[in-house]
């Protein structure tokens, strides 16, 4: 390919608005644009590594035998409210109207559409477990797009579901799925690591993330220096910080929480949450209920405060997340619908107990969670009833003062050199990292939602158990230039590098050289090389060197008229710059 015919306008400053290296370096060398915020036009050369990736991504889900399909971006309204999803997405789903009023959204992800489309085809326990995917462009209103292709609103994604009879099957799946990511993150040739994660808002009994390492990674990792032990700071086992004891229990008993005061006051709680929790995860996908307790006040008098629950988009706290920070053994997530005091479904536990005395306010850092817990139940920590410390204060209610007699546990995240607790005997160590890929175990979450069932061998109707699976095409791409660059541009992996060799001709006015460098183009292209072949004239080698560097090609051959009359040609390795003199006839054999 002849580099005047292709579409690369490299730009010598750093673009203004770029935050990370990735983006930086694929808006220097001409590979994305940027159109609107979180949406960016995917050059020429970008497509290459894109489609690249795409394509060590499909090999390898083809050897599981995953079947391709295509779903639509747009997505009915009805769908979504089937899963019950329409209402909890948030702002993140860009929803549409069509000539008709009829709702609509943009897919940023497709677990209705695909159960829909299964349980409208598959009905026999003889046609599962059925592994389906796509790579297809999913659009998500990022609150806060930014760096680049990493958090784009519109990008690419790559994502599979699995159906299968049973919850066996579909660990069996999830393994499965587990190994091919392994693989396609291998072939790449990037450093990367699963690890366990949180289910975040799409719920799921378990989950690991995989991560290219880099230090612009958004996500911190805490990996175990003795054992296997590898997961995302969001999870991590929380080390138990003492008790900082405020004097004798007060005592509060199920009379003091008002039964049927949770009040789903939803367009308020948007409105607070849009405006005071710009960026928490935690809160992007929330509802929040108020609860209203009572508490003992000064004299016979009893305050009333209003004690925010937020609870996760798909109606339920992370029991893991909680039960992590809260280190109770016997905490039991709530059962789907199961209700909380009888007024709002899916929080995590039963009121206080009548006669109740003994308090303790476990203070979760990162998400200010705050959590009473009843200490009388001989050891356990029992969690009884949780609430956001912002939205506490926001309704002057402040838990410390407030609760005068309950005993403050400060719980904290676990850190680099904290004892592992899987091992006990190693300590962590930090990293930062990038998540590229994501598997799920979803259970029957969204089959029991949505009826997709099978018939088993006695003709019963069972839910099918559900596993889903992304990758982040776009993103991928650019993690592996964040882990793969130089001061002076990128170096890319060989697997998707746009070009894998860039063929400089240094004198494009000499025909002699023009010559030998046409012929080098034809006989690398003949032994399976992608060539790009920089014929532009009016440039000073030097100039050509710049952007060869920033272009990042693994393999550079350079023919201009001084080496011809030595009868060489020169032959550089993007990555070590290792330079060699090589025979024009020669070339092919010394790059095989
Ligand atoms: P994040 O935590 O970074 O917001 P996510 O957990 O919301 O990602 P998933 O729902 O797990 O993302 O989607 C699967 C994959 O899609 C992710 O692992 C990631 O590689 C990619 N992805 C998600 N959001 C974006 C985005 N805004 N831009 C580019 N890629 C994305
Ligand atoms: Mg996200
Ligand atoms: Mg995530
Ligand atoms: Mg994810």
Known sequence: MKQTKMLIQTLREVPRDADVVSQQLMMRAGMIQKLAAGIYDYLPLALRSIRKFEQIVREELAKDGCQE???PTVQPAELWQE????????????RLKDRKDAEFCLGPTHEEVITDIVRKNVRSYKQLPMNLFQVQTKFRDEIRPRFGLMRGREFIMKDGYSFHVDDADADKGYWEMFNAYKRIFSRLGVKFRPVEADSGAIGGSFTHEFHVLAGSGEDGILSCDSCEYTSNVEKTEAPRIPAVDHGPAQGLSRSHFRTPGITAMEEQAKAFKDDAHDGLPLHQTSKVYWLTAEFPGEGD???????????????????????????AADLQPMADGEDFCGAAPGFLGPLPQEGTRHWALHQAPKDALVYLVDRSLEGAVNLTCGANVTECHHFGFDPKRDLPGAVFLDLRMAQEGDLCPRCGKGHFQAFRGIEVGQVFKLGTKYSRKMNCVYVDEHGKENPMVM???????????????????????????????????????????NGEVRGVADGLERDLEAAGFEVLHDDREGLSPGAKFKDADLLGFPL?????????????????DRRTKELRKVQPAALVAEVM
Not at 83 to 94: D, I, N, Q
Not at 319 to 325: E, F, G, I, L, T
Not at 556 to 572: C, H, I
């Open 83 to 94: 899963s019950t999803r329409w209402s909890f997405y948030g702002k993140e789903l860009l």
């Open 467 to 509: 596993g889903c699976y992304g990758i982040g095409i776009t993103r991928t791409v650019a993690a592996a230039i964040e882990q793969n660059y130089d001061a002076d541009g990128i170096v890319w992996p060989w697997p998707i590098a746009p070009y894998q060799v860039h063929l400089l001709d240094l004198d494009p006015g």
């Open 556 to 572: 550079r051959v350079m023919v201009g008229s001084k080496g011809l009359k030595d009868g060489v040609v020169e032959l550089k």
């Open 301 to 327: 008098a009893t305050r009333q405060v209003a004690v925010a629950c937020v609870l996760r988009g798909d109606h339920e706290l992370n029991p893991v997340k909680v039960k992590n920070y809260l280190g």
């Open 69 to 71: 399909l295509l779903m």
